[in-house]
């Protein structure tokens, strides 16, 4: 490997790169310079709190996109979207039976970029379903549940289910007729099961009836109970790929 | 990348010392070479995402209205499949159970196939894909077929070509009808509704029989309604656990299915094919008063 001279006086680039990525400030907030170097890029990632949910270093195969076609990560992407419009959406939204239909009229006509949020609130949710099965299919069938990664699996199919829960429980929020017969039929269901059945759906509805009682108990479920709920296993599930060891790779 | 000599000595001496040097340098730094696909990704499904909520607006109809009943009155589409599974059986079965059992057996599967074969590639046994294309085929083929024989569409197949032309008037004269005979294979419904029952099969005093109040429970006081138990639970069950078990047996006997996690994808692929076709059935095919018959969800989703 030829080795270059370094050159005596510094340039202006240099002085330039010291003066933002090594002064004090930045160094305060980063720890290490720039990503510019093997040591620094993977300091960068193993200093922030965010990124060093990634090991430093990788197998080359993971990084192939067929591999994991990025299902998982882009679920967790659409998670964190479906955070930041519902907070916006939340700002308009009432959770009552007299208003919630007229806040949902007045948000996509009153409401700046109301009707595009909830649009892509709407999408967001959809897409989620789906990539969430679809990153399933994808663990299946790569065979990454195996040893050592069995309960990580487990904890997916919670995921699964709190991400259809999630999803049932905006459907409600609403208050058109698509929402309260979705629920209604959705509620049925559930109160079909034998013995317990009925009472669980009269906690779940709140009555006998799709109302106001069933509108607070899944706008409470959908803001803040199970996003909560969905992020613990979420940080279980993050957490266990790591200490597995990793995506999974042939023996 | 463009390192330092320093940076490249210290990195190759790191390997050297740390793992065994070829398991290194198959290996990357997560920044750049992971951290910018998932950038990447972020933005491409940002711009998708935006672009769709532009174009396309979500849905909102009349305001909830407890005394009008749309029809037909649908769930919402990931749960179709379960209302698709609702009209063939008992609620209890469709709605709770099938979903539970559905979902513990998945949570399972690790625990089943706990080799360590085929671990981190795609489809990787020798056998994965035929598996995967015979799961597939026989679930939603399987489930068409079912669904088809729960709706009589084989009786409407019969007096179609007994009488050379579609939806023949079934009063006209000459007209050949399906035999009155074979009236309790018109459906499942069938087996219950065409059969004459003896009246006692349709009254059972379950606590006559159980005597659960010897051991001090309360005494049940169901009457049992057993051609209804036959058609609601006894055969959905034996359906939904036999058939892939046959399947499982045939493919092993024919010897494309040998290990474990051949079987496993065998019933894998099996279970997410009936999972779409009865989404799709549902979703599509599911119109006013939940008839089977082309129809679209659009007008309302």
């Known amino acids: ?251 | 990348m463009a390192a330092t000599p320093q940076a490249q000595a210290q990195a190759s001496s790191a390997a050297v010392r740390g793992r065994a040097r070829r398991a290194r340098e198959e290996e990357l730094l997560v920044w750049p070479d992971l951290v910018f696909i998932e950038f990447i990704a972020a933005v491409l499904f940002t711009i998708l995402i935006v672009v769709l909520a532009v174009m396309v607006d979500s849905v909102l109809l009349d305001r909830a209205n407890a005394a009008v009943t749309p029809n037909p009155s649908k769930a919402p589409w990931y749960f179709l499949n379960l209302q698709e599974l609702l009209l063939h059986m008992h609620p209890a079965l469709a709605g709770v159970v099938v979903p539970t059992v559905a979902l513990i057996a998945l949570g399972a599967i690790p625990y089943f196939d706990n080799s360590n074969e085929g671990q981190g590639e795609w489809l990787s046994t020798p056998m994965a894909w035929p598996l995967t294309w015979i799961g597939a085929a026989v679930g939603s083929i399987g489930t068409l077929l079912l669904i088809f024989y729960d709706e009589s569409k084989h009786v409407q197949i019969y007096e179609w070509i007994a009488n050379g032309k579609l939806n023949a008037d079934s009063q006209a004269e000459g007209f050949h009808a399906w035999p009155h005979q074979l009236d309790f294979m018109r459906g499942l419904r069938g087996i219950q509704n065409e059969i004459a029952w003896p009246d006692w099969t349709l009254h059972v005093p379950l606590g006559d029989v159980l005597r659960t109040d010897l051991l001090g429970f309360p005494r049940i006081e169901l009457d049992w309604n057993i051609p209804a138990f036959l058609v609601e639970q006894f055969i959905p069950v034996n359906t939904m656990i036999g058939l892939p078990l046959i399947l499982s047996f045939v493919v092993h006997k024919m010897g494309i299915a040998k290990t474990k996690r051949d079987h496993m994808i065998l019933q894998f692929s099996g279970f997410i094919a009936v999972y779409i076709t009865l989404t799709i059935v549902g979703t599509f095919f599911r119109g006013e008063g939940l008839v089977l018959g082309p129809y679209t969800i659009f007008a309302h989703e």
Not at chain 1, 75 to 96: E, K, N, W
Not at chain 1, 119 to 137: D, E, I, K, P
Request: positive net charge.
């Open chain 1, 1 to 251: 490997m030829a080795t270059s001279e370094r050159p005596q006086r510094r340039t202006m680039g240099d002085r330039l790169y010291d003066a933002i990525f090594s002064n004090r400030l930045w160094r305060s907030i980063f720890r290490s310079g720039y990503p510019n170097t093997p040591r620094n890029q993977m300091l960068a990632v193993a200093t922030n709190v965010f990124l060093h949910l990634h090991p430093t270093r990788i197998h080359r195969t993971h990084v192939k996109i067929t591999h994991t076609f990025c299902l998982g990560g882009l679920s967790f992407f659409l998670f964190l979207g479906l955070t930041i419009t519902g907070v916006l959406l939340m700002f308009y939204y009432v959770p009552s039976v007299d208003r919630a239909y007229e806040d949902i009229l007045a948000l996509e006509t009153d409401v700046r970029f109301g009707q595009l949020m909830r649009n892509m609130h709407r999408w967001m949710a959809h897409g989620m379903v789906l990539m969430v099965l679809m990153h399933m299919m994808r663990v299946f069938y790569t065979g990454a549940y195996k040893p050592p990664r069995e309960f990580n699996w487990v904890v997916g199919v919670v995921l699964l289910v709190l991400t259809l829960l999630l999803s049932f429980t905006g459907y409600l929020l609403p208050w058109d007729q698509l929402a309260l017969w979705a629920i209604t039929v959705g509620t049925n269901m559930v109160g079909s099961a034998p013995l317990l059945g009925e009472p669980n759906r009269f906690v779940l509805v709140g009555g006998y009836q799709v109302g106001q009682a069933a509108l607070t108990r899944f706008y409470t479920l959908h803001v803040i109970g199970l996003p909560l709920l969905a992020a613990v296993f979420m940080t279980v599930h993050f957490w266990r790929i790591r200490r597995d060891g990793g995506l999974s790779r042939p023996l």
